[in-house]
């Protein structure tokens, strides 16, 4: 925490911004998070079990720091890109793995907010990977329309359960294939609900691109501030003259 906090600030201050007028910092994490305890779970993850990390990066970097799932923040930022404020909007993103294979991110966002559930997990999908050894032998057009198979099996009972108006995926990992995958998705999503819903969800692709995590952070960091306004004016290290 002490090394993260030290490259913030050495960024900051490279830009030429002294770090006293950080207002506040927003930062994602690819765990859960309660409260600013933060879980991260995996074989190719080290293990963390609640760790304080809000608490700890603010008392570091003394201004106001809050720490997100980074999906829930992907889903922020679209939420903000689309205008869908208003829209219970169910997030999806593919990011790569370590070992070859590509992961399911999820998020529910209700009227701008992200759902977190009671332990952190809110918006989750169960397994939501694809193993290495399913994607290895595919060509790349045949790896994306598999990817599309596997991410609707997944999703599939979600979007039953949350019954969204709108359905966004972020598939930037897989490039020029975006929209094929896409157009398989969209397919085998609508072709697994027929007769389950009166009227599918909207599919589309997400429109924050690779910065939708930071995005995300600089809004969620925002909002603090307007939960918070007495921290502009009596933070430590400030400037109290603006």
């Given at each position: ?33 309660v409260?600013?305890?933060v ?7 080290p ?15 003394q ?18 890109t ?6 219970i ?21 209700i009227q ?16 939501a ?9 595919l060509p ?5 329309v ?22 966004i995926?972020?598939a ?11 157009h ?11 007769g ?18 930071a ?28």
């Open positions: 925490m002490a090394s993260l906090a030290e490259e913030l600030s050495g960024w900051t201050e490279g830009l030429g911004y002294p770090w006293h007028k950080v207002a506040a910092v927003g930062i994602g994490v690819p765990g859960p998070v409260r600013g305890e879980s991260v779970l995996g074989p190719t993850l293990t963390w079990l609640r760790v304080p990390a809000q608490e700890m990066l603010a008392r570091e970097l201004t106001l720091v809050y720490v997100s799932h980074d999906v829930h923040l992907m889903a922020l930022a679209e939420g903000e689309g205008g869908w404020g208003e829209e909007l169910l997030f999806l993103a593919l990011r790569p793995g370590l070992v070859g294979d590509v992961r399911f991110g999820a998020s529910v966002l701008g907010e992200p759902y977190w559930g009671a332990h952190g997990n809110g918006g989750g999908l169960y397994r990977f694809v193993p290495a050894e399913e994607l290895a032998d790349p057009n045949q790896r994306a598999h990817l599309a198979k596997r991410l609707v099996e997944r999703v599939l009972p979600a979007v039953i359960l949350v019954d969204p108006h709108r359905v995926v972020e930037g990992c897989l490039g020029k294939l975006a929209d094929k995958f896409m398989h998705f969209q397919h085998h999503l609508r072709a697994s609900l027929r389950e819903l009166p009227t599918s969800p909207r599919v589309g692709l997400a429109k924050s691109g690779e910065f939708g995590v995005l995300g952070a600089a809004l969620a960091a925002r909002r603090q501030l307007i939960k918070h306004p007495d921290h502009l004016l009596d933070r430590k290290g400030g400037d109290s003259r603006k």
